[in-house]
Structures are given as structure tokens and as C-alpha cells.
């Protein structure tokens, strides 16, 4: 089974750019959507990002504008970069198909400070 290994968390100022890598165990290619999940302390997961097979991406309105998912279905990683981060950006960002899901990563914790 494909295990999922996120990467690129850290702690940045209010502004900042992280990028965020998630490596599959496994082949990717025939996942129709990717994406990249967000846990904020105290709430749900939510979907901030997914990619299709042909790279068609749709992305949360909280971060429209300011994040960017790409995937190489070659290499089986997918990539979050993010830009101008905000302290409500501040989570455990996760890796996952979008539904069926993959067993879940440890995720990566990325902390914005004001």
C-alpha cells in the first residue's frame, strides 16, 4: 500500500514562503485528484489544495492566490508552495488522495508567527 511522507514544515514570519513536499511510496498516476490537507489546533482536517491527473488544481478561497500544488507523477511527489503565509495558515499539513484515501502521514507542522 502507498505510504505518504510529508516534508518542509517550519516556523515562518507573517509574509513567509514555505514549500511543502509529499513523497508516495508508491505510483501516484492513476490517483485522479491529489491534495493537501490542513488541521488547524482545535479544528477539522480541511482540503486547502488538490491537482487532478492533468494538473488541474482547485484550491481553497483562504489561500487562492497565495498557495500553489503541483505533482510529478514520475517522481510520485506533490508540492505545496506557499506564499505570503498568514498565522491562520498555522497546521499540520497532510498529503491524501481525495477520496478513497491513502493511510495518513505523520503530516508536517507549519507555524506562522504574527
Known amino acids: 500500500q502507498v505510504r505518504l511522507v510529508e516534508s518542509g514544515g517550519d516556523l515562518v514570519q507573517a509574509g513567509g514562503s514555505l514549500r511543502l513536499s509529499c513523497a508516495a511510496s508508491?505510483?501516484?498516476?492513476?490517483?485522479?485528484?491529489m491534495g493537501w490537507y490542513r488541521q488547524a489546533p482545535g479544528k477539522q482536517r480541511e482540503l486547502v489544495a488538490r491537482i487532478s491527473k492533468g494538473a488541474l488544481t482547485d484550491y481553497a478561497d483562504s489561500v487562492k492566490g497565495r498557495f500553489t500544488i503541483s505533482r510529478d507523477n514520475a517522481k510520485n511527489t506533490v508540492v505545496l508552495q506557499m506564499n505570503s503565509l498568514r498565522p491562520e495558515d498555522t497546521g499540520v499539513y497532510y498529503c491524501?488522495?481525495?477520496?478513497?484515501?491513502?493511510?495518513w502521514g505523520q503530516g508536517t507542522q507549519v507555524t506562522v508567527s504574527s
Open positions: 491524501n488522495s481525495v477520496s478513497p484515501f491513502l493511510p
Open positions: 508508491g505510483s501516484i498516476g492513476t490517483i485522479n485528484f
